[in-house]
C-alpha cells in the first residue's frame, strides 16, 4: 500500500531563517506530488506541484521554492523566512493517471515564524 | 478560474442528528470532479466521498451522502446519525477534468461540532 510521510510535524523558525521541508512516497511510482499551505481559518492554497523529477509548477508567486530531487522526493525550501510563511503545510500526492484524481495527503507540518 | 464557496464556516449538531455541510463552486466546464475531505484535530486530511460530475447519482459512503445540483452549481455533503467521530473540519473541492489538470480547489472549509 502507498504511504506518504512528511517532516518535521512542527518548526518553529526565526525571521530570516532557512526553511526546509521534506515528503517522501511510498509503494508507487511516478507520482504526482502537491505542496499546499493552509492558513489559520483559511482554507489550502496550492504553492506547487511536480508531475515527474525535476518538474516543478509554481501557483504562487513568494518567498519559497520546491524541488524534486528523486521521484517519490519533494522538499519545500526557504532561503529566508518571513512572518507570513508561518502556517501548516500539507504534501499531497496522486497517481499520474488517475480518473477522479483525489489526493491523499501527509499528516502536515506546522510551521510558525518570530 | 474555478472557486469553491463554503458559506458555513461553522456549524453544531446533536449526536446522532442529520447535518447538511454547503458548498457552491463556480465553473464554466461541464465535466469535473468533485469532493469532501475532513480534516479532524490530527490534521491529516482524509477523502470522505467524490462525485463525477456527468453522473446523474448522488455518491454515498455509508452515513455520508451528497446532492449534486450540477445546474445550480451545488454539492452538498449530508452527514446521517452523526457520530464523536465526524467532528472536524470539512472542505469541499474541484478538480477539472481537462487531461494534465492538476489543481484541487479547496472552499474555506466548514468546522462541524457535534455535541453529546
Known amino acids: 500500500s502507498q504511504t506518504i510521510h512528511q517532516w518535521p510535524a512542527t518548526l518553529v523558525q526565526p525571521v530570516g531563517s532557512p526553511l526546509s521541508l521534506e515528503c517522501t512516497v511510498e509503494?508507487?511510482?511516478?507520482?504526482?506530488l502537491y505542496w499546499y499551505r493552509q492558513a489559520a481559518g483559511r482554507g489550502l492554497q496550492l504553492l506547487f506541484y511536480s508531475v515527474g523529477i525535476g518538474q516543478i509548477s509554481s501557483e504562487v508567486p513568494q518567498n519559497l521554492s520546491a524541488s524534486r530531487p528523486q521521484d517519490r522526493q519533494f522538499i519545500l525550501s526557504s532561503k529566508k523566512l518571513l512572518l507570513s510563511d508561518s502556517g501548516f503545510y500539507l504534501c499531497?500526492?496522486?497517481?499520474?493517471?488517475?480518473?477522479?484524481?483525489?489526493?491523499?495527503f501527509g499528516e502536515g507540518s506546522r510551521l510558525t515564524v518570530l | 478560474a474555478q472557486t469553491v464557496t463554503q458559506s458555513q464556516p461553522e456549524i453544531s449538531v446533536q449526536e446522532a442528528e442529520t447535518v447538511t455541510l454547503s458548498c457552491t463552486y463556480d465553473?464554466?466546464?461541464?465535466?469535473?470532479?468533485l469532493f469532501w475531505y475532513k480534516q479532524p484535530p490530527s490534521r491529516q486530511m482524509i477523502l470522505v466521498i467524490r462525485?463525477?460530475?456527468?453522473?446523474?447519482q448522488n455518491a454515498t459512503e455509508n452515513r455520508f451522502s451528497v446532492n449534486f445540483q450540477k445546474a445550480a452549481k451545488s454539492f452538498s455533503l449530508k452527514i446521517s446519525d452523526s457520530q464523536l467521530g465526524d467532528a472536524a473540519m470539512y472542505f469541499c473541492?474541484?478538480?477539472?477534468?481537462?487531461?494534465?489538470?492538476?489543481?484541487?480547489?479547496f472552499g474555506q472549509g466548514t468546522r462541524l461540532t457535534i455535541n453529546p
Open positions: 473541492a474541484y478538480r477539472s477534468s481537462i487531461k494534465g489538470a492538476q489543481k484541487l480547489v
Open positions: 499531497a500526492w496522486r497517481p499520474p493517471f488517475a480518473g477522479a484524481g483525489e489526493l491523499f
Open positions: 509503494g508507487t511510482s511516478n507520482p504526482n
Open positions: 465553473t464554466s466546464e461541464s465535466d469535473y470532479y
Open positions: 462525485q463525477e460530475a456527468y453522473k446523474q
